[in-house]
């Protein structure tokens, strides 16, 4: 987790913006939550991981930054979630910017699939995007401006395994991205799905890096270099801002050239 590198684009359109990042305490969401209030903007997000949430809190507000709000919360929970968006918007101001990246890639065989795992899949991967895109649209309506960015994944578009319902959940962020865009554009509000590669979380790498899997990177992404969490913020940092102002219903991919 980073600041702000002088190599890299600082966008003003994002300063004293309010954003709302879901799954915000580790992985990819912990670098949205830091690089956002590295822009300037107020940040408020969720998390189950207690704990997480209140350190990258702190650590971001002890270099000078915004001091992000974070509020415990199972986005399985949808009037929890909502609420957490209100109470974001009482303490902060109108959410602009929604940042829906909550997910969990557990591995299941076909066979193993029953209907409340496949529920849990849905709930943990999907559900969440469109009624934290529903709670947020009256306040972006209201300012005549707003950015909606889903999280996707390679894996629907790779030859992976074991990750029905999650593929699944991710494929189905494609398509509510399109038409979400179509309906809430009229209102100056975008909606984007970004769709990152194989990312170098410290989960990915405790859990699922292996040499194998090293291999399969190096053979199938045309850029040699791994990927990290900030070469997917910067892309997203691109998308909150206005110099993205006449781009939605897009899918932007940041995986190194695999697809």
């Known amino acids: 987790m980073t600041d702000v590198q002088p190599q890299y684009a600082i966008y003003p359109s994002l300063r004293g913006q309010v954003a709302f990042v879901s799954g915000g305490a580790t992985g990819l969401g912990e670098e949205f939550v830091s690089s956002l209030a590295a822009q300037?903007?107020?940040?408020?997000?969720?998390?189950?991981?207690?704990?997480?949430?209140a350190a990258l809190a702190q650590r971001i507000a002890e270099r000078g930054d915004p001091e992000p709000l974070f509020l415990p919360c199972d986005v399985r929970d949808i009037p929890a979630v909502q609420q957490a968006i209100a109470t974001a918007a009482e303490r902060l101001g109108p959410i602009t910017v929604l940042v829906n990246n909550a997910a969990r890639d557990d591995r299941h065989k076909v066979m193993e699939m029953d209907l409340a795992r496949w529920d849990e899949e849905m709930a943990v991967n999907l559900r969440h995007h469109f009624f934290t895109a529903q709670a947020v649209v009256p306040m972006m309506r209201e300012a005549g401006r707003g950015s909606i960015i889903n999280l996707g994944s390679i894996s629907a578009h790779i030859d992976l395994v074991d990750l029905p319902g999650y593929i699944t959940a991710k494929a189905g962020i494609e398509g509510l991205t399109r038409t979400l865009a179509r309906e809430l554009g009229p209102w100056g509000i975008r909606v984007n799905c970004i769709i990152p590669g194989w990312?170098?979380?410290?989960?990915q790498l405790r859990e699922w890096v292996t040499p194998e899997a090293e291999e399969s990177i190096e053979r199938n992404q045309c850029l040699p270099q791994k990927l990290y969490p900030d070469d997917v913020a910067r892309m997203l940092l691109w998308l909150a801002a206005d110099d993205s102002r006449s781009c939605t219903a897009q899918n932007w991919v940041v995986d190194g050239g695999w697809m």
Not at 40 to 53: H, K, L, S, T
Not at 199 to 203: A, D, G, S
Request: proline share 0%; hydrophobic share 45%; charged share 25%.
């Open 199 to 203: 990312i170098m979380t410290e989960k």
């Open 40 to 53: 300037g903007a107020r940040v408020a997000f969720v998390d189950v991981n207690e704990q997480a949430g």
